[in-house]
């Protein structure tokens, strides 16, 4: 994130020369404030539900050995099946956001969560475990293009990639 701020070129040098007023009043902004808060909040956001959902791959070999339900083994065949389930979302992604408008994202996290929500709650075999981790993968691949795509909606024209860098970062 510091290398983004740091190294992030601005605004191409030709465009700022061209004698624009608006041109002279993007130099005086602050380089943070140029985002608007629609874009930040996006942001906040999608880093909160990304922490939520690193702490499945993380733990899943663990509660399923603890638990006694499964092995380490099983929970890479699970975490695999997420990888699985992300490529799949990530290819539909396109279908369903015809389908749904903008109320992809918010479909995306639902499905998410229901993965997560009945791998919290019901899952105790490993077909439950790998159907919930499948579910949460499909989510998940199209929550990131869900994502991606609405900062680029929202954020000034002009830092529509500098928005979309601060997310990956």
């Not at 990530?90 to 903008?102: A, M, S």
């Not at 159907?131 to 954020?155: N, Q």
């Amino acid at each position: 994130l510091i290398l983004i701020i740091l190294k992030l070129p601005r605004t191409p040098k030709e465009y700022m020369n061209a004698g624009n007023t608006q041109n002279a009043e993007i130099k005086k902004t602050p380089f943070l404030k140029r985002l608007n808060l629609k874009s930040w909040a996006l942001m906040v956001i999608y880093f909160v539900v990304t922490v939520f959902i690193c702490t499945m791959p993380m733990n899943l070999s663990i509660i399923l050995e603890g638990e006694q339900i499964g092995n380490a083994a099983n929970a890479g065949i699970a975490l695999s099946l997420f990888t699985v389930g992300a490529l799949v979302g990530g290819l539909v992604f396109g279908f369903v956001k015809g389908l749904t408008g903008g109320y992809a994202m918010a479909l995306a996290l639902m499905i998410n969560g229901a993965g997560y929500a009945i791998l919290a709650f019901a899952a105790f075999s490993i077909p439950v475990i790998y159907f919930c981790t499948l579910l949460s993968g499909f989510g998940m691949g199209m929550l990131i293009p869900s994502y991606y795509t609405r900062v680029s909606e929202i954020a000034p024209k002009m830092f529509a990639t500098v928005s979309i860098s601060f997310i990956v970062a």
